[in-house]
């Protein structure tokens, strides 16, 4: 009689591919909206199928293009590169918070430690060593760039974003691992103005973690349930890079 080896990773594999699986990550090209200090990616055709039998290309682009990954040393000196960060960090339990209404009628809204103490009351406590979301929809303005900088007759940016009392509660009193966003950057734009910096940014990576940016299809996921994984390339001494994240949801 054959006997049939039992491998249990093979059978929860099966499982979870019977759930839903959401791209998270923007397909990028060279038209794409980026922070303003970037320029464009460039890229070049080097072999085709056609000529040489096999098909190559050449991209020129900064770590942090399209939906990417920031490692801690992207914002503080002697913290972690990408290469760094371990593959468990990189699949984590996955917290949606929803303040596309909020973000919808105002471009400038700060998501503030009140805001979170309110969607508690409703939702209940966020867990420990979480990945943490934020909904604002804005990534439903890519790729057009006017509309996703949004900017003033001034030329001023509006994004909404985190507001640093916000980051020090999940990170300080709720113990989360991660966060993540839909814009470029984790501060809103009036905060980066205002401050002269990107605080919250710097405060998130000054905590020896990563972030997400520039995440899409968060409105297609629940609150609470479903599990975020970023998978990226391991360039040597790389401060982040665009990944390619995704969430498997019930």
Known sequence: MFYMPNYPLWDQLNQLKEATWVDLTHTFDLEIPRFSEFEKGEVSTL?????????????NIVTQYGTHIDAPIHFVENKRYLEDLDLKELGLPLIVLDFSKEAAENADFIVTRDHLEAWEAKNGRIEEGTFVALRTDWSKRWPDIEQFENKDAE???????????????LIEERGVKSIGHETFDTDASVDTARNGDIVGERYILGQDTFQLELLTNLDQLPTRGAVIYAISPKPKDAPGFPVRAFAIKP
């Open 47 to 59: 072999f085709t199928v056609k000529e040489h039998g096999f098909y190559v290309q050449r991209w």
């Open 155 to 169: 030329g001023n940016q509006h994004l909404p974003g985190w507001g640093l009392d916000a980051l020090k509660f």
